[in-house]
Structures are given as C-alpha cells and as structure tokens.
C-alpha cells in the first residue's frame, strides 16, 4: 500500500513587544521566578486586562504580508481549562473571529533535485496570552511556579492540512520564521521559546479523498525536532495501520533524546473548553485607516525586495530569491554592492552563496556574526575586478580575512601584499613561464599543433601551477596561443 502524508502546522510566535498583551509587565526572558507579574497575571479578584496595542499591530503586519484579511473586527474569547500555571482557570485567546484570516505563505522546495516553489494557505492567526511555567527542577522537591511568561503576547499561526512531507513542513516553517523575524514582530529565538510548532500529522492511502485521523505533536522548538517528529510518526501510524489498527487521535510530545513521540493526552474537543467571549474584553475594531498607518510603517517585503534584485541588479530570480531568504543576508548583500559598485552585483551574489555561505555552514554562524564586514568583502572583489588577484587566488584571500583577529589585519590589499598574491601580468615573467612550459612538455604541444586543441587546457594547468596560482589567466592563454601558433 502506497501512503500520502498530510500535515498541518499551528505556530506559536512569541510578539517582540516590550510589555504583556493584557497588562504593563515587562515580557523580558530569563527573569528570577515571579518578577515580571502584576495583579492581571496573577489572576488577582478585580484586576481587569487592557489591550496592548503594539501587540494587535504586529498581528496586522503578519495579515499584510500574507495577503490575509485583516477582520475589522474580532473577539477575545475565555479558554477554560486547569493547569498550576493559569491562575486564572483560563487563557484569553481568539476563538470565532480572529483577527488574521486567510493568506498564504510561500518557499522553495527541493524535489527529486529540482527547486519547485510551494505555498501553503493559512486558515488563520490569532492572538492570545501565553501561560505560566511549571519548574519541575529540584527546587526543595517540589514543583515551582513561574508566572513571568503568563499574559506573554503570542500569534498563533495555523495552517490547512496542505502539507505532504516532513521536509515541506520544515521548508514552510523556515520561511515563516523568516517573515516574522523580517518583519521584527518576533525575535525567532527557538531555544527561547518565542517560535513553536504544534504538528498536525495524519497518513492515507494515496488516492484516497478524505483525510485519515490526525494526531498532534505538541511545542516542537527546533526545525530538526519538527522534522524528526513528524518522520517518527507517519512511521509509527503506518506500522499501526498495516498491523490492523487504527490510528486514535491524541496529542502527543516528542521525546528528542529517545526520538519518537508519546501520547500525553486524548485529544479534548473545542467544546470541551466551553469557549466564550471574554466580557471583560471589548470587541476589537481595526479601522481602514489604522490598517493602512500600519502599512506605510512597514519594511520592503521579501517578495518585493527579490523583484528589485532582478531589477536593479539584473541578478537571476533564483539567486534573489536566495540573498533575500534573509534580512540580514539581503542587506548585507546590499552593503556590499553600495560599496564595491553596481556592477559588482553578481561577483558579491557569487560569493554570498559560495565561499561565504559555505563558511558560514561550517562554522555553524549567522551572516549578522561573520567576521568579515560588507565593505571588506567589497574591497576584496574590486581586487578581482581590476585584475590584481584571480578569482581562485582570492579564496585564499578570503580564508585569511576571515581567519584574522583584528579589523586591520582584514584588509585585502595588506593581505596580498603580505603573502605575495598579486597576479603574475608582468609580461615578461609570463613569457618566461610559458617557455619553460612549453620545453617541458613538448607531446602536449605536438598534440596541440595536430589539431587537438583540448591540449591547450593541459599546458594552461601547468602554467598556472608553475605560477602559483598567480598569472594572469588571460594574459596567460593569449600568450600560450600565440606561441603555440607562432
Ligand atoms: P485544533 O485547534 O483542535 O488543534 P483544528 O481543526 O483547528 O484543530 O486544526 C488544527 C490543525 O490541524 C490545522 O493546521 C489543520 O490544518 C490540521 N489538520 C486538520 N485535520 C488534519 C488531518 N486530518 N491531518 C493533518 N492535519 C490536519
Ligand atoms: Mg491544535
């Protein structure tokens, strides 16, 4: 039996704002236990919330930039469930009316080699408060309350079931955690807890219309967890299904140590958390005008930044839209062209997604912690362009500005003119070169002479070591020929 693989995403992306979503407590992370609390979240008789605005404008920055509505009007609905840290006996989310509705989010993905690009709808995102944390470290051998992270503002971003593969729910994932951090409405730390994944997972077989049972994996925090979980458990589902059970719905966690998934609860219904509207909460209205203030505050887009990369810098769609997958890449991209010159475009995408890319890979960092500055890298490639170093040669330039431990000391120019780098175009040392070359390999130059012209390329590779690395390959090549046909 041959089976298809059906995912929904719910995502938790804790909001940048300074303070809570329905009070004035600070939402900084990492605080003692218990510091960052007022009357609303401790769930004091009498205290009554307020709105935060920065936290409901953030929420209309997501519907832009995802095409989705933004409801001129939604509702605060109570959540009613018990748990030690929801003092209250109930969050304060979205129910019937959230304030995100529809949208789409898009990204490449690979298949069979090839990048496709996929895009997946969104239901909805709505905001709510986060609750509490059980400390469940030994602390006197009891269980610790902390009630910091309660009433914290989060945007809950949830998906069809449109995705069909663990890698696909990873590849959305990533550009979801990129659009958020693009747009500054969360700060995408995933240890932290500020963007995490519920997983929804199901299987069935292919051809089949409806949609098998599903099950939940719960507060998935890293993209190899998402990925991981999810493989684990269309496994687990199928193994179940072929052995002539049937899959119950439950909401599971995941184990990373032990990688698999467990059943932590049954899964509950919405009724069974008897939502309704909170009365201590108005309706909340969003005006056309507040909308469109929202708007023109808003940073270039990526979408819109990729066609402009096209535009401005002829660069192709592909490499575009791989320089602005990131803030932080795109704009280093642009420093590096403010710097090195237009025309400098494709040389400085080259080399984004070449050595630096694979640098920054290795070494496991982020281009905003590169050690090498965009006007640094831009110095580098005016040296390419004006023929002082080759293209092969700078690499070994590069590695040494990275490598370097002070800002002096990453200077191109200093750097090859300290190791003796500069390009062989002094004709004469080339001409030297290439008759020595050509003594020692006189069957190459036979072949050559008979016409097989590849053999040119066998004697360009002996030049080019003879010289280090350092001659001019252009030069080289005309001077190769002109004796070669001489
Ligand atoms: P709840 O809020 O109870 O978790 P929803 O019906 O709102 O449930 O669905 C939550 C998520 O589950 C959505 O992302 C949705 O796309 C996804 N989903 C629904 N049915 C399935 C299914 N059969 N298989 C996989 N995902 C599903
Ligand atoms: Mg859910």
Redesign the pocket.
Known sequence: MQWEV?????THTQLTTQTKIFSGSPTQFGAEPNTQTSPVDLALPGALPVMNRGAVERAIQFGLAIGATVAPHSVFARKNYFYPDLPKGYQISQMDLPIVQGGRVSFPLEVDGKTEIRSVQL?RAHLEEDAGKSLHEDYHGMTGIDLNRAGTPLLEI?????MRSAAEAVAYAKALHALVTWLGICDGNMQEGSFRC?A???VRPVGQKE????C?IKNLNSFRFLEDAINYEVRRQIELIEDGGRVVQATRLYDPDKKETREMRS?E??HDYRYFPDPDLPPLVVSAEWIARVKAAMPELPGAMRERFVRDYSLSEYDAAVLTQSKAMANYFEAVVAAAGKEQAKPAANWLMGDVASTLNREGIEIAAAPVAATQLALLLQRIADGTISNKIAKEVFGAMWDAKSDSAKLADDIIESKGLKQISDSGALEKIVDDVLAANTKSVEEFRAGKEQAINALMGQAMKASKGKANPAQLTELLKKKLTA
């Open positions: 059906v995912i929904g995403l719910e239901t949830v998906t069809e079931p449109d519920d929804n997972v199901s949609f098998g049972t599903r939940e899964k219904d919405a």
